[in-house]
């Protein structure tokens, strides 16, 4: 049995749990994991190390008790969703959450990291163009510097570096030139072979940023270089960390072979290079900082050191992913010339980058691009309406196709406890409407359908009643007469029915047997049955003569049968003392008479059917019954065998709808004469049964079997 299921099985929660961990295969194994772990982490500490062995015991301990967990958290996740997922609202729900929220969810998602990724690659390109194209500024005044001094042959070179940069420091902020002195050979190189070298360091603008280099570091060719550097601003007196700072250094130097000189730029990024940036941009540059774990950063690339003045300021960090940009500019060490990664942080307006880009393209575009600007916006918002609205119906139909559902529960149940009135409302014009239309329709129809099986029931007991009546007004038990042996059955098609037959005694030596059909079946036969009855029994003891007592019962139950109904009757009395049978027959199934004799010729059935009309009949207004009504005698013998019966006998119908047939009734009374009349009965019913096979019994059966046994003395 499962753990957890055993947690609810138990007679308390504590019973549950205790069942749970020694009860069953995985608590067992949860709690072997943990005594074993716990024994090898005590003996781990009593004898300093843990052997090799207990080492293995305490793999196996952590895997059982993994396998064991594992298989909890999995009966847990199993019960959980079976238990939250029960009902189909949860599950329409979940369905539509992932069906249409986490598309579009995700969709959306999509599309801000597209737009996100764009902008901040777009981003990084503006910021390392525009940095790009300072430093090729720089670039292009130091080496117009550089050839303004070369051709003045190094006279006024003060002068020149200072015009040089009050020009530049006019569009560039904070610009600084110097001249460093350098002593090297430039191989290629035209023109004059040496130009001649300042005495010392000169240097033009504020340098607030950095001290001017004394020298030129040996990995600067003669071709010169422009690019980033980096300076960490010293910390002020608030006792901030210091800061990194990015700066622009361009070096040059003259066309000649022997350059005595380098003239070297400096552009520091600072407020006015950053705000120029957000201007041309809308980006906003905050501040910079090393990447220590990249390349060359682990072989000593660090920043210059710098003099506490001019730096970038500090400012408010911006919330949002837009508000803390990164993007990564190469810079080289001055001194080494080892690359290294400066990490710019920035801050991104999308508006304001989209101004820019707008206002790049001329009025005409500027509004054409506000308007497909303003058609995405009018479309995100239809988006966010649309997928608000699509919620709203989920949610709605989630509820009206989950509330049906509870409804036919709730019927359904109402249903299963035998409450068969209860009426689920229908509320809405839809296939649920029509559901539950049809189940209130289905509840109606049941209870009608009980209503009527208790009618039924009531009329089965009636009728089964009406059939214990009927059997009771026919001979009960054995008659003993000396010399005679008589056998009857009936079997009715139905709970009760038409055939009747009657032993009448008349005296001690004569007795009286009748057998009668009436037309039809059912309830209205068995009360012309009993109606019979009566007035056979007094007709009996007034009639010594079978047609006379067949005639009197024409006259009675002629005024009382309706026009559809009459009535087949034989009626016989048999005198043992006079060794006779008269008998009178009135349209009833023919009289089968075996003879007793002793010859095998002699044991053939002989069919009577003396003369008769039925009894009952309207249209008989005089006495036309009475004038074809036949009576004859016969003489009786030892071992005689007579044979009455009905029409359900002869026409009983098998499956192909064939008749058993009288002949097929005689050859078997031929065949089986010799056994007793209780054996031939059932004899007899075998073969109706075998011969009829699945078809039903469509009427009455009955059949009385007369035999004569020994002659009286």
């Known amino acids: 049995m499962p753990a957890l299921r055993s947690l609810s099985s138990g007679t308390g929660r504590w019973d549950g749990m205790r069942h749970a961990l020694f009860g069953t295969l995985p608590g067992r194994a949860i709690v072997i994991g943990i005594v074993l772990r716990l024994g090898v982490y005590a003996a781990g500490l009593l004898l300093g190390t843990v052997p090799a062995f207990l080492d293995v015991i305490d793999t196996a301990a952590g895997l059982a008790l993994a396998i064991g967990a594992?298989?909890?958290?999995?009966?847990?996740?199993?019960?959980?969703k079976r238990h939250l997922l029960w009902r189909?609202?949860?599950?329409?729900?979940?369905?539509?959450?992932?069906?249409?929220?986490?598309?579009?969810?995700?969709?959306?998602?999509?599309?801000?990291?597209?737009?996100?990724?764009?902008?901040?690659?777009?981003?990084?390109?503006?910021?390392?163009?525009?940095?790009?194209?300072?430093?090729?500024?720089?670039?292009?005044?130091?080496?117009?510097?550089?050839l303004e001094i070369q051709r003045g042959g190094g006279r006024d070179t003060n002068g020149i570096i200072e015009r040089r940069q009050?020009?530049?420091?006019?569009?560039?902020?904070?610009?600084?030139?110097?001249?460093?002195?350098?002593?090297?050979?430039?191989?290629?190189?035209?023109?004059?072979?040496?130009?001649?070298?300042?005495?010392?360091?000169?240097?033009?603008?504020?340098?607030?940023?950095?001290?001017?280099?004394?020298?030129?570091?040996?990995?600067?060719?003669?071709?010169?270089?422009?690019?980033?550097?980096?300076?960490?601003?010293?910390?002020?007196?608030?006792?901030?960390?210091?800061?990194?700072?990015?700066?622009l250094r361009a070096v040059a130097f003259p066309d000649v072979r022997q350059p005595g000189f380098a003239v070297v730029v400096d552009l520091p990024v600072h407020e006015?290079?950053?705000?120029?940036?957000?201007?041309?941009?809308?980006?906003?540059?905050?501040?910079?900082?090393?990447?220590?774990?990249?390349g060359a950063g682990t072989h000593g690339v660090k920043p210059l050191a710098g003099r506490g003045a001019e730096s970038l300021p500090a400012r408010e960090t911006a919330s949002g992913i837009l508000g803390n940009l990164r993007s990564f500019l190469e810079y080289r060490d001055w001194n080494s010339g080892d690359s290294g990664t400066l990490i710019l942080s920035t801050r991104l307006s999308i508006g304001e980058l989209y101004e820019r880009i707008s206002s790049a393209q001329g009025r005409v575009s500027r509004s054409s691009s506000q308007a497909l600007l303003l058609i995405l916006f009018i479309i995100g918002g239809l988006f966010i309406l649309i997928e608000i609205m699509?919620?709203?119906?989920?949610?709605?139909?989630?509820?009206?196709?989950?509330?049906?559902?509870?409804?036919?529960?709730?019927?359904?149940?109402?249903?299963?406890?035998?409450?068969?009135?209860?009426?689920?409302?229908?509320?809405?014009?839809d296939q649920l409407g029509e559901l539950a239309q049809s189940f209130n329709s289905m509840t109606a129809s049941i209870e009608d359908l009980l209503r009527e099986a208790a009618e039924k029931k009531r009329l089965e007991e009636e009728l089964r009643i009406a059939r214990e009546i009927q059997m009771s007004l026919l001979p009960q038990g054995e008659l003993h007469m000396p010399g005679l042996s008589i056998t009857a059955l009936c079997v009715p098609a139905r709970e009760v029915g038409g055939d009747y037959y009657d032993l009448l005694p008349i005296d001690a030596n004569r007795l009286g047997v009748l057998i009668a059909d009436v037309s039809g079946k059912g309830t209205s036969a068995a009360l012309y049955m009993a109606e019979l009855k009566g007035l056979m029994l007094s007709l009996s003891q007034i009639h010594t003569?079978?047609?006379?007592?067949?005639?009197?019962?024409?006259?009675?139950?002629?005024?009382?049968?309706?026009?559809?109904?009459?009535?087949?009757?034989?009626?016989?009395?048999?005198?043992?003392?006079?060794?006779?049978?008269?008998?009178?027959?009135?349209?009833?199934?023919?009289?089968?008479?075996?003879?007793?004799?002793?010859?095998?010729?002699?044991?053939?059935?002989?069919?009577l059917t003396p003369d008769g009309l039925v009894l009952g009949l309207q249209v008989d207004t005089g006495d036309l019954f009475a004038r074809l009504l036949e009576e004859q005698t016969i003489p009786l013998h030892d071992r005689d065998l007579f044979v009455l019966y009905t029409d359900g006998i002869s026409e009983a119908m098998n499956e192909a709808d064939d008749c058993f047939g009288d002949e097929r009734l005689g050859r078997i009374l031929e065949e089986h004469a010799d056994l007793p009349s209780e054996e031939l009965r059932e004899r007899v019913l075998r073969e109706i049964a075998a011969f009829a096979g699945a078809a039903p019994q469509h009427d009455d059966m009955t059949m009385i079997f007369l035999r004569v046994d020994r002659t009286r003395a």
């Open 70 to 80: 594992g298989y909890v958290v999995f009966r847990f996740v199993v019960l959980g």
């Open 88 to 146: 189909v609202r949860r599950k329409l729900m979940l369905s539509y959450v992932f069906v249409g929220f986490f598309p579009a969810t995700l969709i959306v998602v999509f599309f801000l990291l597209c737009g996100f990724l764009l902008f901040y690659n777009f981003s990084s390109y503006l910021v390392q163009s525009h940095l790009r194209g300072l430093a090729d500024q720089t670039r292009f005044l130091a080496e117009s510097t550089a």
């Open 166 to 247: 009050g020009t530049a420091a006019a569009e560039l902020s904070g610009l600084s030139v110097a001249v460093v002195p350098t002593d090297r050979t430039c191989a290629g190189r035209s023109g004059s072979a040496v130009a001649a070298a300042p005495a010392r360091l000169m240097a033009a603008g504020p340098w607030a940023h950095v001290n001017p280099p004394a020298t030129i570091p040996s990995w600067i060719d003669c071709g010169g270089v422009a690019g980033v550097e980096a300076y960490s601003a010293p910390a002020d007196d608030t006792g901030t960390e210091p800061r990194t700072e990015v700066l």
């Open 272 to 294: 006015p290079i950053t705000r120029q940036l957000r201007v041309d941009t809308g980006i906003e540059m905050k501040g910079a900082s090393v990447a220590p774990d990249t």
């Open 390 to 429: 699509a919620l709203a119906t989920g949610l709605a139909l989630a509820k009206s196709i989950t509330g049906s559902v509870h409804e036919l529960f709730t019927g359904t149940e109402r249903v299963r406890h035998g409450d068969f009135t209860h009426k689920i409302a229908v509320t809405a014009q």
């Open 545 to 607: 003569s079978p047609r006379a007592l067949l005639v009197a019962a024409d006259r009675a139950m002629a005024g009382n049968l309706d026009a559809r109904s009459f009535i087949t009757m034989t009626y016989a009395i048999i005198d043992l003392q006079e060794r006779t049978m008269t008998y009178a027959r009135a349209g009833h199934t023919p009289l089968m008479y075996l003879p007793g004799g002793d010859a095998p010729g002699d044991r053939r059935v002989r069919i």
